[in-house]
C-alpha cells in the first residue's frame, strides 16, 4: 500500500508539477529549452542506434549520472566492463555538463538524456535497450526509473552512496519518497562503512554493501593518461614551484587570488595555473584582467607553444586533472561555496592540498584532512601563509604530499569489488 501510494503520488503530482516549472522555466532559458527538446528525441534516438550500429551479440548495461563529475568517477567501471565482458556501455544524463561534454569510446557505446520520469517512458527505454543491469552514480535517483526497473526484474543498483548526517534525503517530505525508491534497488552500495549505518539508520528494508568509491580508481587512471600525455610542454615547469587552482569559483577567489598575486611578487620562481569552474568568457576575463600585470597566457592559445607567461588560465574543461602532473601545490576550489570538489585528484600526485572550510560534503576531504595530506585555509591569509611555507619548504611539502598520496592510493579497489557483485549477473 505504501509503495503503490507513493506511485500514485509522484505520477500524479509531484512530476507533472516538475514537468510543468521546468517547462515554464524553459520559455526564458536557452539551456533548459534545449534539454527539453532532447528528452523529447530520447526514445527515436536510442531506437535508431539500437537498429544500426551496436553489436547486438553482446549484454546491454545502462547507466545512469547525473552530470559530468558523476560520469568520470564511473569511468574505471565502465572500462573494466568493456574490458572483461566487452558489454554495450549506454549513459544516461540528467544534465548538460555530462551530455555535452562526453563522446563515444573508452567504454562508452552511446550515451542521451534521461528521459522525462514517468513510469511509460522508462518501460519503453527498458523493452528497447533490454539491458541485462542498470547502475546508478552516487545520488541522482529519479523513482519512476526506479520502480520500473523493479517491476519489470530487471537487476537495478546504486553504487558510490554517501548520506552526509546533513542531507536532505533522510529528511521529511523527500525522505519519505526515497524510502520507497530505496527499498527496490536490488543493493546501495555505499564508499564506507560510516555511510552504510547512515543508509541503515535512516531508511528500513534497504539491502547494503559497502565496496569503496571508484573515484579513486579513476584519479589513479588519469593520472596514469597524465603521465604518458602530458597537457603542458613540462619545459615550462623546470626550476618552478607550480600552484594548479582547480574549480574555483568566484567565492574561491575572494581569499586565494589576493594571496597569488602577493606571492608572485615575493616567490620569484612561482608559476600559477588558474581552473575556473566554468571557463565561461566573463570567468576567464576576471582572471586575465586581475593577473594583467604578468600577461597571462590562455590554454587555448598555446597549442603546442611555451606558455610565457607566470600565469596560464585555462579557458575550456576537461584538462583539470591533467594539469595537477604538473603541480607542486594545489588548492581545491568550491571550499568556500557550496562544497568542495575532488580532492583527490591532486592527491594521487603526491602534492600538498589546501581547500576551505565548506568542505563536508566531501567524505574524502574529510579523511584526507585526518591523514595529513591537506591544510585547511579559512581566509586569504591562511592561503597565503601556507603556500609560502610550502613553496619554501620543500621537506614540509614532501611530507604533506606523500600522506596525501598514501590515502589517495590505499582506497583504490571498489571497481574490482563492484565487478564481483555483477559478473554472475553479466554471464547469466
Known sequence: MNRIFWIYVYQMIIFPVIFFVAHLIGLFSKKVRDVLREKYSVYKKLNYWLMKDYDKDQKNILFHAASLGEFEHI??????????????????????????????????????????????????????????????????????????????????????????????????????????????????????EQDKQKFASSFTGLKLLVAGDTKYDQVLLRKEKAEQNPPLNPGWCKGSKIFVGGSIWPEDETHLLPALRNLLEEQSNLKIILVPHEPTKSAVARLKKYFSIYNPDLFSALKNKHPESRVLVIDHIGNLAALYYFANIAYVGGSFKQGIHNTMEPAVYGIPVLYGPVHNNSYEAIKLLQAGGSLLVRNQEDIRNSLYQLIVDDQMAALIGKKAQKYALGNTGATEKLINVWKDIIKG
Open 75 to 192: 569511468r574505471p567501471v565502465l572500462f573494466q566492463l568493456k574490458k572483461h565482458f566487452n558489454t554495450n556501455n549506454i549513459i544516461t544524463f540528467f544534465s548538460p555538463s555530462g551530455f555535452q561534454n562526453v563522446k563515444t569510446g573508452n567504454g562508452v557505446d552511446y550515451f542521451c538524456y534521461m528521459p522525462f520520469d514517468t513510469i511509460s517512458q522508462w518501460k519503453k527505454i527498458y523493452q528497447i535497450v533490454n539491458p541485462v543491469l542498470i547502475i546508478v552514480a552516487k545520488h541522482d535517483v529519479w523513482p519512476a526509473q526506479i520502480w520500473t526497473a523493479k517491476d519489470l526484474k530487471i537487476p537495478v543498483y546504486l553504487i558510490n552512496a554517501s548520506l552526509s548526517e546533513k542531507s536532505t534525503r533522510s529528511r521529511f517530505p523527500i525522505g519519505r519518497i526515497l524510502s520507497v525508491v530505496y527499498r527496490d534497488f536490488t543493493e546501495i552500495i555505499t564508499i564506507s
